[in-house]
């Protein structure tokens, strides 16, 4: 071997080692796995994630599922995102933030808190409030509470016809066409939307009260909101 040859072997055995050496060498930081890295590196990496993970929910529109949320944060799956949305809260909560993570509409949405309502109506864009009248409201508890449903239940509980007042409701998003009966005719099943959860509020359909009242229903429950008042104020960013 030529002297050449022999100092870049040398050279190299030094920064390598042998091959059967190969596998004890130290690894340089930087290839540690997460658990493995210096306490310090582990936080800033949580407060980066963390830090991201909020801006998402503070300009997004509407309420994201956790999939989504890890995703667009880039983080390792949705556990890492509930996980740092928990952390999120408890930091909104502990400096009195005038913003909270609300679960709702099957995602989450970065909200201000409910207590904060009356200063904030005022800059509320025009449009902001969903007004409803009364026989409008009452349809809605109806198929609320007992979707699928289909217009000829809905009627029979209300005593008077309802078909304008689930067009209307359907033109403000707050119902939907969710299939056909399997009676005679087929008659189109109604029930409510996403948007719907938003209005009152709901995380899903399971935060519905659950109290008697309903008339016609055996699992009798009415919406959060009075069906007396015709203005529901709808969630503020």
Request: net charge positive.
């Amino acid at each position: 071997m030529s002297t050449l040859g022999r100092r870049l072997g040398s050279t190299a055995w030094r920064y390598r080692g042998p091959l059967s050496e190969r596998a004890d060498r130290p690894r340089p930081v930087s290839a540690r796995p997460a658990r493995e890295r210096p306490r310090g590196m582990q936080r800033r990496t949580t407060v980066a994630r963390r830090t991201r993970l909020e801006a998402i929910l503070l300009l997004a529109d509407e309420p994201l599922p956790l999939r989504r949320l890890a995703k667009l944060a880039n983080l390792e799956d949705a556990t890492e995102a509930r996980t740092l949305l928990d952390e999120l809260r408890r930091l909104h909560e502990a400096r009195g933030s005038a913003f909270q993570i609300t679960a709702i509409a099957g995602g989450y949405q970065l909200l201000t808190d409910p207590k904060l309502a009356p200063w904030l109506q005022p800059l509320a864009p025009a449009g902001q409030e969903l007004r409803l009248t009364p026989p409008a409201m009452e349809t809605l508890a109806v198929v609320a509470y007992r979707q699928p449903v289909v217009r000829a239940e809905v009627e029979a509980i209300r005593g008077v016809q309802c078909g304008e007042l689930l067009r209307q409701l359907m033109e403000r998003d707050l119902l939907r066409i969710v299939g056909r009966s399997q009676e005679l005719g087929r008659p189109i099943l109604y029930g409510t939307t996403k948007r719907f959860l938003r209005v009152f509020g709901l995380k899903n359909l399971d935060g519905l009260p659950q109290v008697a009242g309903l008339p016609g229903a055996e699992l009798a429950r009415e919406p959060e909101a009075d069906t007396d008042s015709a203005t529901i104020p709808l969630a503020t960013r």
